[in-house]
């Protein structure tokens, strides 16, 4: 499968555990994008990053929120001490190089409940 | 601060007849204009785009119009067809910051045979 892989697709965690959300770009692609879709809302974006390095994390939360794109492996979302309002669908997508028109590869999101 | 709207949460077209979703931003600095489509349980793909030098894109059945006088754009699709049911969203980036896209809340768009 040569699309952006997420995993898990579905993840359940009581409140005050972590989530470690994970994403595999597509082949070829080394830059990374994390988008937030709450109920009933459009998707947000949380954070842009290439190979090692995060190049904008202007959309995530200040606290408990972090990710990265390590060298060797998939980028991570993670989200510590979780709480119920974090209940979302966490998109990444991934595209060659840096895109100015906007055109992202999407993956099939990750769901997260919060119980 | 929502600088990209889709104010119908829903459109139902009877197959064959044209669908048109719209879309409203607030911010002149946006370079591009994107739809994408979502089906259930998966995420957007990219349907079409737009330069903000536009006023009008075509791909098939889908067209996309830009009116920057009115910071509003719509996408066409006809004639509808039932696989065109899903949610559609409309986005807009500038383009140093492309993929920082800013997103509409979605109109789904119910296509009946």
């Known amino acids: 499968n040569a699309g952006v892989m997420q995993n898990p697709r579905h993840l359940v965690r009581r409140r005050g555990q972590e989530a470690r959300l994970r994403c595999s770009p597509m082949?070829?692609?080394?830059?990374v994008y994390w988008y937030r879709q709450l109920p009933e809302e459009g998707l947000k974006f949380m954070v842009y990053?290439?190979?090692?390095?995060?190049?904008?994390e202007s959309g995530m939360p200040k606290e408990r929120f972090s990710a990265e794109f390590p060298k060797e492996g998939p980028s991570i979302l993670r989200i510590q001490q979780v709480v119920r309002g974090d209940s979302a669908a966490y998109f990444c997508?991934?595209?060659?190089?840096?895109?100015?028109?906007?055109?992202?590869?999407f993956g099939e999101g990750s769901r997260l409940t919060v119980l | 601060d929502q600088q990209v709207k889709q104010n119908s949460p829903s459109l139902s077209v009877q197959e064959g007849r044209i669908s048109i979703l719209n879309c409203d931003y607030t911010?002149?600095?946006?370079?591009?204009f994107l739809w994408y489509k979502k089906y259930p349980a998966e995420g957007p793909t990219f349907l079409i785009s737009?330069?903000?030098?536009?006023d009008k894109n075509e791909d098939g059945r889908f067209t996309v119009f830009l009116n920057k006088s009115a910071k509003h754009l719509s996408l066409h699709i006809v004639p509808s067809q039932p696989g065109d049911s899903a949610v559609y969203f409309c986005?807009?980036?500038?383009?140093?910051?492309?993929?920082?896209?800013?997103f509409g809340q979605g109109t789904e768009l119910s296509v009946k045979p």
């Open positions: 082949k070829g692609h080394s830059h």
């Open positions: 986005a807009a980036s500038r383009g140093n910051q492309g993929g920082k896209l800013i």
């Open positions: 911010n002149s600095m946006f370079d591009y």
């Open positions: 737009i330069s903000s030098i536009k």
């Open positions: 990053l290439q190979k090692e390095n995060i190049i904008d």
């Open positions: 997508a991934s595209s060659p190089r840096p895109t100015y028109t906007g055109e992202l590869f």
